[in-house]
């Protein structure tokens, strides 16, 4: 992989022509500028078509194979940036492929100069056409539905009007969204498979007139253009209302089945005693909030969800939370997830705690004992609780 063939004509003309100024070179050799994911295969011609549009239609929240790998391509890429999260509970009102686990929300600030080069920089190779000039070339291999950023949505199932204007309620000025084709989110793409090695389904025509042939372990390759369903994303993202949250529904808080779920063992709704440290001062300053507590032997897990009045006051909550924890004397980590978000572990080592804010929404986190205590079954358990408070929130959160 050369980067110079991911530099833009524009970058390249300011290259040469500082070039001929020795002392200048240096600091337009600085890679950042056009960082971009590894490759995991190299590619030749092969290509399947642009994906069409598949909305959600049954819930499994569970995070896909390809999503993960994607976001995970992204945050290695992109080391400074963090998840908000893929799966959300089946009962969030809307439509949305985060029920399927086939939607990746990468916080990524539009006021931020350096990650508005990120995203340029990420955009350009999605979307760029390749050598043997095929067009949007990444963005079909990996399987990339739709994406949506900063006011804008760019469709797989309408490539060719660009970047048209996004008017969802919630701007998606602090994070990219990406939807995934069934394809993409299996990690039966291109990107991630190759091209037609070993039994793997031959891909079509650059052209993208002629369908894939369906691998036999694989149900679904719904990859030709289904016109007429293109705004689709654009309605099912209006939310609507402005008006701070009077409530916290029922779905956005875990029960003990969705914990069994992710955790394994049988639990049971848990008394809400103090947890000490990480009690939930924080959220005094909110609208309206809830708690629910499942334990199993001696393992729990507290969820608390707080809707505020603003972006900015759950923001400012997490910082407050963050604060206490270190008063406490617990560790504070970085979290990996959420763009407002702190994680930390009890001295002992037998309690962690995330707060995170999304949409003007906090989600306070703690786990005691056993099983919660696993980082692995931890990220995944936060996953899922993040996408499930949106519900909570005014805009919802795409
Ligand atoms: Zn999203």
Redesign the pocket.
């Known amino acids: 992989m050369r980067p110079a063939r991911f530099l833009s004509p524009r970058l390249l003309t300011g290259l040469l022509a500082l070039a001929l100024t020795a002392s200048a070179v240096v600091l337009v050799a600085e890679p950042v500028a056009a960082k971009h994911p590894r490759l995991p295969h190299h590619y030749g011609a092969t290509i399947e078509p642009l994906a069409g549009y598949e909305p959600q239609r049954r819930c499994s929240p569970q995070a896909k194979p390809g999503t993960t790998a994607f976001a995970n391509l992204l945050l290695r890429t992109y080391r400074s940036t963090r998840s908000l999260g893929i799966s959300r509970a089946c009962s969030v009102g809307g439509t949305?492929e985060?029920k399927e686990g086939r939607?990746f929300?990468w916080a990524v600030s539009a006021n931020s100069a350096a990650d508005r080069r990120r995203v340029q920089n990420l955009m350009r190779w999605l979307l760029q056409t390749d050598r043997h000039g095929n067009a949007f070339a990444m963005a079909r291999r990996i399987g990339i539905q739709y994406m949506i950023w900063n006011r804008r949505i760019w469709g797989a199932y309408s490539a060719d009007s660009g970047w048209r204007p996004y008017t969802g309620s919630n701007p998606h000025t602090d994070?990219v969204?990406f939807s995934f084709s069934w394809r993409g989110a299996r990690k039966n793409s291109s990107f991630w498979q190759g091209e037609g090695r070993n039994g793997r389904p031959s891909l079509s025509a650059a052209d993208g007139t002629r369908s894939v042939r369906a691998h036999p372990s694989s149900d679904t390759y719904d990859l030709h253009d289904s016109p007429d369903l293109h705004d689709s994303p654009d309605l099912h993202d209006s939310h609507g209302s402005d008006i701070a949250p009077t409530r916290v529904p029922d779905g956005v808080l875990l029960d003990s089945r969705t914990v069994a779920q992710r955790l394994g063992g049988t639990w049971t709704a848990g008394d809400r005693r103090a947890v000490g440290c990480p009690t939930a001062a924080h959220v005094d300053a909110s609208v309206v909030h809830r708690t629910s507590v499942v334990a199993e032997g001696g393992s729990s897990v507290r969820q608390t969800v707080a809707a505020f009045a603003s972006a900015a006051a759950a923001d400012r909550a997490v910082d407050d939370a963050r604060d206490r924890l270190v008063g406490c004397g617990w560790s504070v980590l970085d979290p990996r997830v959420g763009s407002a978000a702190v994680q930390g572990v009890a001295p002992d080592g037998t309690q962690r705690v995330l707060v995170a804010a999304t949409e003007g929404v906090t989600v306070t986190l703690v786990g005691s004992g056993g099983r919660p205590a696993d980082r692995r079954e931890w990220a995944g358990l936060a996953d899922l609780a993040l996408g499930s408070a949106c519900g909570a929130s005014a805009h919802g959160?795409?």
Request: with cysteine.
């Open positions: 949305s985060h939607a929300d994070h969204h959160c795409h």
